[in-house]
Structure formats: C-alpha cells, structure tokens
C-alpha cells in the first residue's frame, strides 16, 4: 500500500539530511528515516507553501532531531548566521529568488545555502537567478559560492494522512467558474495543479495510468490530465539518469490508475451537515493542516499546541493535532459523535482502574516498579482523553446550540421524499425563529435544491425568501440554479431522485434500532457521572439528543472509482464508458502523443488516486475504500464552500 506521508516525510528528512536524491520513496519500507539522527546543526528557512507542507510531517522535536536548531520565515526579517549550513524550502517563484539573492548577495546572511524548490523550478528562472547572482556580486564570487546546492525536491503537496493529501489551493472552484476569470488566471491554476500532482506521482514513485471526464463536458479535470500527461511523457523521453532515479518504483507490474474529476459532478457532499468526527471537526472548527482550534472559557487556553511549531491556540482557544500519530483520532475519524464519545467513556474507565491499581499500597516493590514503568503510557493516555473530550464537548455545544442533528436529518432525508413534502420540511428548518445559524440554514437550502433538480420557479422563489428572512444570502442558490439550468448538471440519480428512497445501512451497530434513543439516553447518564474529572458533565446534555447513524451511502465518487478500478468489459460501466485515457509510459514507447490508439491496460486496478479538481471533504473521502487515495485541491469546509457559491451569485 502506497504511503504518502512516510514518501513525502522521507524525502523532507533528505532535504534536511542535505542530500540532493530523492532516494527509497516506497514509502514505509526499511529503515524509518526518524530514527537516523543528524549530528549537524542547521537553519531551515521556508515560505508558507513550504511551512505547509513540513507542519503535518515534521513537529519540534522531529525538526530538532534532524539537527534544526532554527527555523525561520522567508519573508521575516531575519539576522545573519554564520558557520551554519542554512537549508531553503519555497516555491520556485521570481519573488522567492529575489530575497534569496539579497540574502546572499546584499544582506550577506549566511555561509553555505542549500536550495531547495518545492516543484521542479523553470530553466528560465534559473537563468534568471544566475544571472541575479552574477549582478548582484559585483565581481566578488565569495556571494556566488554561498549556494551549495539547488534541488527540485518534488513536495508541492500536503500529506495529510497515509491516503489523503491537498494542494492548499483555496476557492479554485469559484476562481474557475468566475465569469471574471481571465484565461492566464485558468492556465496558472491548471500548471499549479499539475505540479501538485506530479510532486505527488514522483514522491511515490509511480506512472500511473490517468483517467479523466469527457473532452464534451469541458471540465477542468480534463486540461489537467492532457497536461499531466504530457508533462510526464516529456520527462520519460529526456531518459536522463534523474528521470530514470525519480520513477525507480514505477517499472512493477502493479501500476495505479489516476482518477481526476470536477467537483460539479457532486456539490450537495461539500454542503451536507455531518455527523462523523473527522467531519465535524472540520465543519465545525476548520480543521486544517490536521490541527484544530477549540473554543475554550480559560484565560490561559492560548498555549501552542503540542508539537506544532509556529502556531498557536490564540487568546479563548486550544489548539490540537488530529493526525496519524493519535490512536483514537485514528480509530474514530469516520465514527458517529455518540460513538466516538462512548468509547472515550470506555477509555476513561480503564484509565480509572488502572489508577487506582497504581495508588493501591499492597503488592510489594515488585508492584511498585510495575507502575512506574506504566506511569509514561498513562500520562499519554491521560494527555489523549483530555485532549478529545474537550473537543467533544465543544462539539456538543455546537450540536446543541445549531441543532446539527436536526439539519443532518433533514438533509439525509430530501432524497427519499417528495418534492411536497421535502418542501415542507425544509421550511420548517428555515424557520427565522429555528435553532441554527444563516449558513446552517443556507446549506440546508442548497442540499434541497440539489436534491431536487426539478423545483418549480415559485418553489425556489420561496425558499429564497425565507432564506431572506434568516439573513442568509439566496445568491448561492440563484448561482446553483443558473448551474443547473445552463449546463444541465447531471447529478446523482440516487441521491437526488425525486421519490427514490435510500438505502439506510447503519456503520455502526451501537446505540442502533427502536430503542436508539432510549439507550443512547441510558448511556449518557452513565457517562456524564464517568466524567466529572474529566470535561465535568459533558454528556448530560445529550439525554435529550436522537442518536443518529450515517448512512453507508455510496456517492457517485465512489461509485465512479469502483467502476473504474474494475474496468469490467461487460458493458456494465455506464458512468465512465466514455471518460478520457492516458498512459504517458505506453505512449512514449509508442511515441504517441495521445493514448487513443495505445492498447490498453487490461484488468482490475488494485490500488487507485483520486483527485478532486475545486475542493474536497473528509465524508467523501471515508466513502472510498482503504487501497484509495484521496487528494483535493483544498479541503473545504461546508461553511467555505457556502461563501464561494454566495461569491459566484453576486457577481454581475
């Protein structure tokens, strides 16, 4: 299984290591590169594209152990350091190489650079930093022979988990749909992307195969791949010895296929209100670069968060880190809020007997030693329940403030219902008097319309109405209209059928059936007295609350790469029967510019990328299997996503 965060974590240790390869990037192979220690001190200078993609991979102490005693903003003020190895990680930008060369050329700030790009830079600003260099020196080749060496590291992408990743590219989908968009603004965007991935295809080592919609539908995914595509042919034809270093991995049999798709496809799943953990924390408090900020009534909540380096919590918040590292996030990012709560219940009580088995007085010195060794696993463990029962109690005040779990059912429920009667449940959640904020009632709206293609004029007329009387903004549902109308957007017939009902497949066994409520309340109680140390009184609140199950319904993402991953040949394909193929590998041999008339790759796929050109989200992401990988060009909260359509409707 490809790993991308032990691929791109790798290559940073490399980059800090001050060697110029990309090395073994299989990624969870061998040796952990953490382990290996460096005896020498450094300073690592970054932009925010390059601090964005260190933060998930690298904390304080990761940084330290690879020998960075420093680490500064490219574009901060910063005093010189001599006799110290200064390590650069930025985007190949004129702007970039122009405070590089004042650093070394005017202000003269450190001894020996090591540059190091986050995508392959152009032979034309290399020319341009040369030629820099050159004036700038004045003759004096000492400012020349500062930079040691300069690398095309490839890490133009954040790896967020083992299978999930973002380029960091926010609001692309309403720059691309823009009616202001100029076509120099749509080719940046474009070669942006495709840097990104190709970053991504050279960290793991693989030519996959690229799959994308038809040229007829005019998407954004489909400029993408023709240029990915070439791009990658043109790197194979060099055949130079780096190419052949770059995608060492990629000869095996076992290739993956790339999938890219517009995010039009499906827009009600970056609008649905959520009801899994991963989800909610991204919904309701902006999870981004896997921390997350919690509101919090203590005067001292403003401490940085553990292990991140340059953030901090800010006055009336925590910050947190919910990455691969945490267990528990790790185990319950796709699991229902109740449920995730009732194992922090289990958890606590475990944690409570070991306790009092540590403060027990009998057992002898045998006993004593025994506790002592487990005293650091835990304080771990004790650091783990505080750290997610404060979340979840800052959940829990959300869901109850805004009624979450209202919205979420409501919502799970247009598809199944008639226009009539979805009507009529969405004007009771649109109620000016109703729980929830503008944007909650907004995004409801959204997800009706979405669901239900064929509202009459009036129908829409009156949910933007009484959106009006709520204060929300109804540009966003003119400007979903208007999409819908002038492309003819062709949805998912499931989800959005007029009267078709959902299958309703609970992920979770607990607290599931008639008695849901009943137990879920019997629950409570028995969990809030567990809690009286610990977030006193964190669930007492949820007596009251319906537990809900997710739906395990399959989005037309999933179902998109199911069909594409298994390249049946019964004609059963009917979603992607007609999307676009490439192979850059077969069509260099072929000497091909295009993959029409290449033969293609026979069989099932066992490994796939999926890519989401204009945002993606956490709930689409768990829809995929786990021999996925799942990349976006920003992960988008629902909040967000509601402001770029608001954006795309206002404009004139």
């Known amino acids: 299984m490809l790993n991308l965060q032990e691929a791109e974590r790798a290559s940073l240790i490399r980059m800090l290591n001050l060697s110029v390869g990309t090395g073994d990037a299989s990624g969870g192979q061998g040796a952990d590169p953490l382990s290996e220690a460096s005896t020498q001190w450094k300073v690592l200078v970054y932009d925010k594209s390059g601090k964005e993609v260190i933060a998930p991979l690298l904390k304080i102490g990761a940084l330290r152990h690879h020998g960075v005693t420093l680490y500064l903003q490219l574009e901060d003020n910063r005093q010189a350091v001599s006799n110290v190895p200064v390590v650069y990680f930025m985007d190949p930008t004129k702007e970039n190489i122009d405070r590089l060369v004042a650093d070394c050329c005017d202000k003269k700030l450190y001894d020996q650079v090591y540059v190091n790009f986050t995508s392959r830079v152009s032979d034309d600003l290399l020319k341009y930093m040369a030629g820099s260099m050159l004036e700038k020196s004045k003759g004096n080749p000492r400012n020349i022979s500062r930079v040691a060496k300069v690398v095309d590291r490839y890490c133009a992408f954040v790896a967020l988990s083992p299978s999930t990743f973002s380029l960091n590219m926010p609001r692309v989908y309403s720059q691309l749909h823009s009616r202001k968009v100029t076509d120099a603004a749509i080719e940046g965007c474009v070669d942006r992307i495709v840097n990104g991935l190709l970053s991504m295809l050279v960290t793991i080592r693989q030519i996959p195969i690229i799959r994308a919609p038809p040229e007829s539908q005019s998407g954004p995914s489909t400029m993408v791949a023709e ?63 896997n921390t997350v900020k919690i509101p919090t009534d203590d005067a001292d909540a403003g401490s940085q968060s553990s292990g991140s380096h340059g953030a901090s919590g800010g006055a009336g918040h925590k910050t947190y880190d919910l990455d691969s590292s945490d267990t528990f996030f790790v185990e319950h990012a796709n699991m229902p809020f109740p449920a995730v709560a009732s194992d922090v219940s289990t958890q606590l009580q475990e944690y409570n007997k070991k306790l009092q088995e540590m403060r027990s007085k009998d057992g002898g010195a045998g ?56 009507m009529t449940a969405l004007m009771e959640r649109l109620s000016p008097d109703g729980k929830g904020t503008a944007i909650d009632k907004l995004r409801a709206a959204l997800v009706f319309v979405l669901r239900k293609p ?43 059928g007029e009267d078709q009902p959902q299958q309703k497949e609970p992920q979770q066994a607990s607290f599931g059936g008639a008695d849901a409520t009943s137990g879920f309340a019997m629950f409570a109680n028995k969990f809030a007295s567990q809690m009286q140390q610990h977030g006193e009184g964190l669930l007492t609140g949820l007596k009251n609350l319906k537990n809900l199950l997710p739906m395990r319904e399959d989005t037309l993402t999933t179902r998109i790469v199911s069909e594409l991953m298994e390249q049946s040949e019964s004609g059963a394909n009917k979603l992607t029967q007609d999307y676009e193929y490439f192979d850059p590998r077969a069509s260099t041999l072929a000497g ?17 990328i999926v890519f989401m050109v204009g945002g993606g989200n956490y709930v689409e992401q768990h829809t995929l299997s786990e021999s996925v990988i799942y990349g976006a060009t920003d992960f988008v909260s629902p909040s967000a996503f509601c402001q770029e359509l608001e954006t795309l409707g206002n404009e004139k």
């Open 592 to 608: 091909e510019s295009r993959s029409r008339h290449i033969p293609r790759v026979r069989g099932s796929f066992h490994q796939a």
């Open 367 to 422: 006993k004593l030693s025994s506790a002592i060794n487990a005293l650091p696993q835990m304080t771990e463990m004790k650091r783990s329940l505080d750290e997610h029962t404060n979340i979840a109690s800052a959940m829990l005040k959300e869901i109850q403030e805004r009624e979450i779990n209202k919205y979420y059912e409501a919502e799970s429920e247009f598809g199944s219902q008639g226009r009539t009667a979805g």
């Open 454 to 496: 064929n509202l009459t004029s009036e129908q829409v007329d009156a949910i933007c109405a009484r959106l009006k009387e709520t204060g929300a903004d109804p540009a966003a549902v003119e400007f979903i209209r208007s999409l819908q109308s002038m492309r003819q957007l062709t949805l998912d017939t499931t989800a959005i």
């Open 227 to 289: 240029r990915l595509h070439s791009r990658l042919m043109d790197m194979l034809r060099s055949g130079n010895a780096q190419t052949q270093d770059l995608f060492s991995n990629a000869t095996g049999v076992e290739r993956p296929v790339l999938i890219l798709l517009d995010r039009d496809m499906d827009l009600a799943t970056m609008l649905h209100h959520t009801w899994t953990y991963q989800a909610l924390a991204h919904d309701l408090f902006d999870l981004n670069l």
